[in-house]
């Protein structure tokens, strides 16, 4: 699989490069925070992370003065596993390099994403990247399994939490899986398993051999 730098013309669709942000001190906090023993975790807010001086330019620059949550996802894959979207943009920085997996909404035909269609970025130490809400993504992946990844992860406060347990209207609905996270999943992911829509068709990519 060909991984494009976030900087490539193939990176536009999905999402854009956000200028001018020092995130050293952001980096520096995610460091400090030790890796899972296997696999990844996730957590939406980290009171260590929104105390870094960012923090306040990502609120009121990046997201228009909205209420935001600053989290992260971190420990080590190389999966596709799942796609999800939000109805909003999110805003991604790593303490080191990191590869997204990303396709676009417009690619789902009757719920279902052949996998066949995503395209891979690999992201930049430091370098906050916004990724559309119309873009599909999941998990970050690893580029050296050593150092695993840690990616900070900005959102609309209250995204990923419990989900609100509305009576679906429509097929979409059913795809909800948290509050604001539309997740279509892989029939061979642990979240298929657990009952997520199986919205991804094809091979279940795994990107271990092109790191």
């Not at 001190?25 to 929104?50: F, H, N, V």
């Not at 509305?166 to 999943?185: G, I, Y």
């Amino acid at each position: 699989m060909k991984i494009y730098s976030i900087h490539d013309p193939e990176f536009k669709p999905y999402g854009k490069v956000l200028e001018n942000y020092d995130t050293v001190c952001l980096r520096k906090a995610m460091d400090a925070i030790p890796l899972p023993e296997s696999g990844t975790a996730y957590e939406p807010s980290i009171p260590a992370l929104e105390a870094t001086c960012v923090y306040g330019q990502l609120q009121n620059n990046a997201y228009g003065g909205m209420p935001v949550q600053l989290g992260m996802c971190w420990g080590r894959n190389t999966r596709l596993n799942c796609l999800e979207y939000h109805r909003d943009s999110e805003v991604n920085v790593g303490a080191g390099d990191f590869i997204l997996l990303l396709a676009r909404q417009d690619e789902i035909v009757d719920g279902v994403l052949d996998t066949a269609v995503v395209k891979a970025f690999r992201v930049p130490a430091g370098i906050p990247v916004e990724v559309y809400a119309t873009t599909l993504h999941y998990a970050p992946c690893h580029v050296d399994e050593a150092e695993g990844f840690r990616v900070a992860v900005v959102l609309p406060r209250g995204t990923n939490t419990a989900a609100p347990g509305a009576q679906p209207m429509n097929e979409e609905d059913t795809w909800l899986t948290a509050r604001n996270k539309w997740l279509l999943a892989h029939a061979d992911s642990k979240e298929a398993a657990r009952g997520a829509h199986i919205g991804l068709k094809g091979e279940n990519i795994d990107i271990s051999d092109c790191i």
